[in-house]
């Protein structure tokens, strides 16, 4: 039998302080966890940590995105000829089942948001970020303007399922398999409407965007004209001192 050396055994610092992170806050308020708590935790020095992550809503950032990694890295290729909401549907509950071992700690978590401001509006870019994957792995458009607005939207109707989930004791999460199925089904009447409008407004955005062009040309012109003037100037003005020096 091999021995494992020492490096087999050690846990990846920034890992540590993701599981750090999460042990305290299922425990503790997120308001009341400092920095050298989780440093403590994780067995860092605040030295180390500060060298992996600049905040403590950087941690839990770097666990969003593992979340959105262990996500990703289940697709069900089996659902790719599912409509679009039955794809999001078995995304988004597969999302649930991976946070499931942190609900305390999100639970915590989200009461402070809650009443912080700044706080939820800093977590609302991650989240819509992560809705931003969670689309794409449903093969629903998540780029440009539209695609922002259905991360966006979609963000929104996952706080809602999370505010359902963590009052879910069923083991089947019946009612959060609801919520999730309403969430979609409202959005979809919703992204119809907002695609609707699209349509509606984008003779005035292509009039816009031809105006922009139009005002950026002008810009330019005058520019050229301004350049012109001032080189004809300074040619006159050299002139003239050549003049005077004879």
Partial sequence: MVAKSKADNAVDPRQAAIEALLALCADNPWGEIGLADIAEKAGLSLSQLRGLYPSKGAILAAYSRQVDQKVLEGIDEGMAAEPARERLFDILMRRIDV???????????????????????????VVTNSMQWMLTAADIDAEGPMGAVRAQGLALAWARIVKVWLKDEDEGLATTMKEVDRQLRSGERWMERADDLCQIFAPFRRIAERSHERRARMRERLRERFHDFADSRRRGRDGRDDAEAV
């Fill in 99 to 125: 946070l499931s071992p942190h609900k305390a700690a999100i639970a915590n978590i989200s009461k402070a948001f809650a009443l912080d401001p700044l706080a939820l509006t800093a977590w609302n870019r």
